[in-house]
T-cell receptor
Framework: AQTVTQSQPEMSVQEAETVTLSCTYDTSENNYYLFWYKQPPSRQMILVIRQEAYKQQNATENRFSVNFQKAAKSFSLKISDSQLGDTAMYFCAFMKYAGANSKLTFGKGITLSVRP | DAGVTQSPTHLIKTRGQQVTLRCSPISGHKSVSWYQQVLGQGPQFIFQYYEKEERGRGNFPDRFSARQFPNYSSELNVNALLLGDSALYLC????????????????FGQGTRLTVV
């Protein structure tokens, strides 16, 4: 079974600064996907960024980038130029693709607060 | 285009009662999955349905059941409610395809907040 660990329960960052959220996972699979989801107070889960395990290149999406270390089973999210709208819970998630049987395994999440 | 819609948004039930939660996936999505998110925790997988067939079940008691209809909408039923069933219940829909190593995205609804008193 796969496990996802987010050991930091809360983080705070000043607006316009950079913050890194940590995530580690455990799996015996070789081909899988990793995700960071954002959950604002509106409760809706929004996909922030995804990483294919077979790719060595780290994924980037505008201000969001990841540091994917496959051997260390580490998948951290870096948010540059933090904005007030980035305030939310962030969840790291793992998935082994299995077609219609695919499912996501989430970490406990981290609460990020962006200070004005 | 409408996203994943869930109803109701909030619900208060008494211990021992039964509850039905509803989910309508994005048009064209044949897969619906359900997750339970207890306050302060990450979502936990409950069920996965595809083309009206159960494709996966998480570690939840038999009090939890679900079904998917011909229009791909889905219902999650919970019988004999316990205080510990209080949570946000999330529904996600996806095409679940993989092309050239890229995977389709799972889209989540805003959830149903269930409070058991």
């Amino acid at each position: 079974a796969q496990t996802v660990t987010q050991s930091q329960p809360e983080m705070s960052v000043q607006e316009a600064e950079t913050v890194t959220l940590s995530c580690t996972y455990d799996t015996s699979e070789n081909n899988y996907y990793l995700f960071w989801y954002k959950q604002p107070p509106s409760r809706q889960m929004i996909l922030v960024i995804r990483q294919e395990a077979y790719k060595q290149q780290n994924a980037t999406e505008n201000r969001f980038s990841v540091n994917f270390q496959k051997a260390a089973k580490s998948f951290s999210l870096k948010i540059s130029d933090s904005q007030l709208g980035d305030t939310a819970m962030y969840f790291c998630a793992f998935m082994k693709y299995a077609g219609a049987n695919s499912k996501l395994t989430f970490g406990k999440g981290i609460t990020l607060s962006v200070r004005p | 285009d409408a996203g994943v819609t869930q109803s109701p948004t909030h619900l208060i039930k008494t211990r021992g009662q039964q509850v039905t939660l509803r989910c309508s996936p994005i048009s064209g999505h044949k897969s619906v999955s359900w997750y339970q998110q207890v306050l302060g925790q990450g979502p936990q997988f409950i069920f996965q349905y595809y083309e009206k067939e159960e494709r996966g079940r998480g570690n939840f008691p038999d009090r939890f059941s679900a079904r998917q209809f011909p229009n791909y909408s889905s219902e999650l039923n919970v019988n004999a409610l316990l205080l510990g069933d209080s949570a946000l219940y999330l529904c996600a829909s996806s095409l679940w395809f993989q092309i050239q190593g890229k995977i389709s995205e799972a889209f989540f609804g805003q959830g149903t907040r269930l409070t058991v008193v």
